[in-house]
């Protein structure tokens, strides 16, 4: 399995006043079983791109192409792939809708086709696998905690087997302890299934714990497609564009800068303080 964007541009408004580039001539291949952070500012393309990758948004020029056909042609089976890249939006909790937990989660396995059973059994594995109990299961998903509304929307789509799960800013909103919940899961679900998940994030520490490669976008271009430790070297360049490197990073390089001969290269609380101790002989 992979998705190949190819030299995909978009343009907002072509012809007209509000004519406006939003992604520009960007490549970018998805393997099995990656975790890909995607980082940008505000404006920077990332919402565009991912919604791209299912088939939601159609390129202006440029192609996409999955399992080596492209999902632009008219014969490719569009609801086929919208099941197999699943995409989870900012705010999920808005799309909840159904009566209970359960009915909700159940909803996509049936639209693609499934028997009644097969969508319940999907959708119980789905809600055990963000960890929801069974308490919740016929309850309003509206009388839940906005945590538990996250993990519940995401179970949505997880229900439907996607061999790649994209999420924009699944934690946006969330105290620290319900964005690490959410977090470990995917990284839990990403391990069990070899399911690729891309993760639209503002967080630096985020992408930096979970991601195997990062993705930076700014104005519209992928800038740095790198492992994290490569990409957060470019510090002061990513300054430049809005961005930020995890705060370890940065106090690292401050006390290289004030004479210490710490290790810059840390990008965790863990490495951070190997390379102090190291530093102090501790």
Known sequence: MSLIVNHVSYT????????????????????EGEFIGLIGHTGSGKSTLVQHLNGLMSPT????YYNGEDISDPDFPKKKLRSEVGLV?????????????????????????????????????????????????????????????????????????PKILVLDEPTA????????????????????TNC????????????ANYADRIVVMNDGSIVYND??????????????MGLSAPQVTLALHRLKEEGFAVDTDAINVSEAADSIGRCFGI
Not at 61 to 64: A, K, L, P, V
Not at 97 to 123: H, M, Q, T, W, Y
Not at 143 to 152: A, F, H, I, N, T
Not at 229 to 240: A, G, I, Q, S, T
């Open 196 to 207: 690729s998940i891309v993760l639209v994030s503002h967080s630096m520490e985020d992408v």
């Open 227 to 240: 492992v994290p430790r490569e990409v957060f070297k470019h510090y002061r360049e990513l300054k430049e």
């Open 89 to 161: 939006f900012q705010y999920p909790e808005h799309q909840l809708f159904e009566v209970d937990v359960f009915s909700d989660v159940c909803f996509g396995p049936k639209n693609i086709g499934l028997s009644k059973k097969e969508a319940e059994l999907r959708a119980y594995d789905a809600l055990k696998q963000v960890g929801i109990d069974d308490e919740y299961f016929y309850q309003s998903p509206f009388d839940l905690s906005g945590g538990q509304k996250r993990r519940v929307a995401i179970a949505g789509v997880l229900a439907m087997q």
């Open 61 to 64: 020029s440029g192609e996409i």
């Open 12 to 31: 907002y408004n072509p012809g007209t006043p509000m004519e406006r580039h939003a992604l520009k001539d960007v490549n970018l291949v998805i393997n």
């Open 173 to 192: 909103g969330l105290d620290p302890g319900g964005r690490d919940e959410i977090l470990d899961r995917l990284l839990k679900i990403r391990n069990d």
